[in-house]
Nanobody
Framework: QVQLVESGGGLVQAGGSLSLSCAASGGSFSNYAMAWFRQAPGKERQFVARISRSGRTTVYADSVRGRFTISRDNAVNTVYLQMDSLRPEDTAVYLC?????????????????WGKGTLVVVSS
């Protein structure tokens, strides 16, 4: 059983930056691909970014490509999401997820474990 705990959310003005972290415990972190999703009020959960087990391969949603960067440090069991040039439409709860598969999946249903999320609010 893998436990995931996100941190780093908060309030930021449009154009600003935030860095999210997700600390994993209870499993072998390097055996999981990791992903970030987000869910805005009244909307479905949306894929944001994914990183492979080694960290060599990353995938981004079109809406965040070029503005967000996912990374991981397997030595400290943590995945990060650096968010730059934030927009009001980025406002959401951001959730970390772990996927034991190597298939590169980006759907919510494919994830095996979830954190509880951290709230990001971008003001205009």
């Amino acid at each position: 059983q893998v436990q995931l705990v996100e941190s780093g959310g908060g309030l930021v003005q449009a154009g600003g930056s935030l860095s999210l972290s997700c600390a994993a415990s209870g499993g072998s972190f390097s055996n999981y691909a990791m992903a970030w999703f987000r869910q805005a009020p009244g909307k479905e959960r949306q894929f944001v970014a994914r990183i492979s087990r080694s960290g060599r391969t990353t995938v981004y949603a079109d809406s965040v490509r070029g503005r967000f960067t996912i990374s991981r440090d397997n030595a400290v069991n943590t995945v990060y999401l650096q968010m730059d040039s934030l927009r009001p439409e980025d406002t959401a709860v951001y959730l970390c997820a772990a996927d034991r598969s190597v298939l590169g999946r980006t759907t919510s249903e494919a994830m095996d474990y979830w954190g509880k999320g951290t709230l990001v609010v971008v003001s205009s």
